[in-house]
């Protein structure tokens, strides 16, 4: 159980335009579902923190007008990049958790981004 | 002030000795403890998860928690070379007053199993 699909796992886009990745949890209800990126060598930071049907809380630095967090069900989650640029190319990983405080979150696949 | 440490590595360790990796966290009220493996490239697996003090063990893998020294570990038996990957601490540490959690990860130790 606690599946969780991430998609596109790969995209390349032009500068300027916006990009949607999406997050599902496939066997679960997933109050809570959390962005984050990872560039190379680096380790997760946390983007924002989505809970189904309010707006997300985003993490200090994080342009929340740049990345527009979405999560209107309680399987979806999206995450657009709109106008993205070059330094945004990154490894975009989800992950979502069940209301109780101790389950283990269960990651997406992850989407690599390149913006060219 | 960071709220999960990990020792970055690289560890290296020969393949079929143990591997310890460990963690600590800040002194905020903690339930839950995971760890996570991360391939090059790929998401993060959750390997081990463990609420209460003392071992828990699981095949290879053994978690240890020791929450009076807010540390917790992770060993890893007859290690590998699949085993080589970085391994990610996680802490749902508590926001005080908000009743909200949130896992927090430290930032990794890339272990090397040679074989």
């Known amino acids: 159980g606690a599946v969780v699909s991430q998609h596109p796992s790969r995209v390349i886009c032009k500068s300027g335009t916006s990009v949607k990745i999406e997050c599902r949890s496939l066997?679960?209800?997933?109050?809570?579902m959390f962005w984050y990126r990872q560039f190379p060598k680096q380790s997760l930071m946390l983007m924002a923190t989505?809970?189904?049907?309010?707006?997300?809380?985003?993490e200090q630095g994080v342009e929340k007008d740049k990345f527009l967090i979405n999560h209107a069900s309680l399987t979806l989650s999206t995450l657009t990049v709109t106008s993205a640029h070059p330094e945004d190319s990154s490894f975009y990983i989800c992950?979502?958790?069940?209301?109780?405080?101790?389950?283990?979150?269960?990651f997406g696949s992850g989407t690599r981004l390149t913006v060219v | 002030q960071k709220e999960v440490e990990q020792n970055s590595g690289p560890l290296s360790v020969p393949e079929g000795a143990i591997a310890s990796l460990n963690c600590t966290y800040s002194?905020?009220?903690?339930?839950?403890f995971f760890w996570y493996r991360q391939y090059s490239g790929k998401s993060p697996e959750l390997i081990m998860s463990?609420?209460?003090?003392g071992d828990k063990e699981d095949g290879r893998f053994t978690a240890q928690l020791n929450k009076a020294s807010q540390y917790v570990s992770l060993l890893i038996r007859d290690s590998q070379p699949s085993d080589s990957a970085t391994y990610l601490c996680?802490?749902?540490?508590?926001?005080?007053?908000?009743?909200?959690?949130?896992?927090?990860f430290g930032k990794g130790t890339k272990l090397s199993v040679i074989p």
């Open positions: 992950s979502a958790g069940r209301q109780s405080t101790n389950y283990g979150y269960t």
């Open positions: 996680a802490v749902n540490l508590e926001f005080p007053g908000a009743g909200s959690y949130q896992l927090t």
């Open positions: 989505s809970n189904e049907g309010s707006k997300a809380t985003y």
């Open positions: 066997d679960f209800q997933a109050t809570t």
């Open positions: 002194d905020r009220v903690s339930q839950s």
């Open positions: 463990i609420y209460s003090n």
